[in-house]
T-cell receptor, first 115, second 117 residues
Framework: DTGVSQNPRHKITKRGQNVTFRCDPI?????LYWYRQTLGQGPEFLTY????????KSRLLSDRFSAERPKGSFSTLEIQRTEQGDSAMYLC?????????????FGPGTRLTVL | AQKVTQAQTEISVVEKEDVTLDCVYE???????LFWYKQPPSGELVFLIR??????QNEISGRYSWNFQKSTSSFNFTITASQVVDSAVYFC??????????????FGEGTQLTVNP
């Protein structure tokens, strides 16, 4: 078991460009979460999937953000027309089952820098 | 709305000292779960412990111990005989049992612990 993986690990882009991140969860995990973490802060929830269904989106997730999880396996998070305020670490986590007590296993994150 | 507060932004101790990290939470739910995660300099969040709202027993795991008190809405974390390898950011987090919340984690702002040799 290789844990949760995320690619790329770092992304530098210019304002206005689109970026896409990928997350591969632990293979048997049916829930997948995206969080955003800015410097000196705790992670903030963005959205989550149960299998291929996107069940909840945070108000933080503006119209420029879209996430998918085709076939309930890996997930992608796309940010369109990036802004400098989008600079952050984007974390993916996965868990098994549907209960709130199941611990979430986090990936190493993708650090986005918008110039 | 759920909220987690970690009032201590940074703590610095000398190796072998005991250190307690404070966590205070707010929730309207009667069933909820509390977590502690560690984020070392490498950046990857590491799960440490989970507690449910029904179980106020304190827990000890090696040098780590946790004190959960519903009366004060606190879930504090103590490291005994700290080591340099304990240096990291520690996050307290809360999830509610409501199905609509989807077990999202609400994190505190974290406490940066530095253990000096």
């Amino acid at each position: 078991d290789t844990g949760v993986s995320q690619n790329p690990r770092h992304k530098i882009t210019k304002r206005g460009q689109n970026v896409t991140f990928r997350c591969d969860p632990i293979s048997e995990h049916n829930r997948l979460y995206w969080y955003r973490q800015t410097l000196g802060q705790g992670p903030e929830f963005l959205t989550y999937f149960q299998n291929e269904a996107q069940l909840e989106k945070s108000r933080l997730l503006s119209d420029r953000f879209s996430a998918e999880r085709p076939k309930g396996s890996f997930s992608t998070l796309e940010i369109q027309r990036t802004e400098q305020g989008d600079s952050a670490m984007y974390l993916c986590a996965s868990s098994q089952g549907s209960a709130s007590y199941n611990e979430q296993f986090f990936g190493p994150g993708t650090r986005l820098t918008v110039l | 709305a759920q909220k987690v507060t970690q009032a201590q932004t940074e703590i610095s101790v000398v190796e072998k000292e005991d250190v307690t990290l404070d966590c205070v939470y707010e929730t309207r739910d009667t069933t909820y779960y509390l977590f502690w995660y560690k984020q070392p300099p490498s950046g990857e969040l590491v799960f440490l412990i989970r507690r449910n709202s029904f179980d106020e027993q304190n827990e000890i795991s090696g040098r780590y111990s946790w004190n959960f008190q519903k009366s004060t809405s606190s879930f504090n974390f103590t490291i005994t005989a700290s080591q340099v390898v304990d240096s990291a950011v520690y996050f307290c987090a809360l999830s509610e049992a409501w199905e609509t919340s989807g077990s999202r984690l609400t994190f505190g702002e974290g406490t940066q612990l530095t253990v000096n040799p």
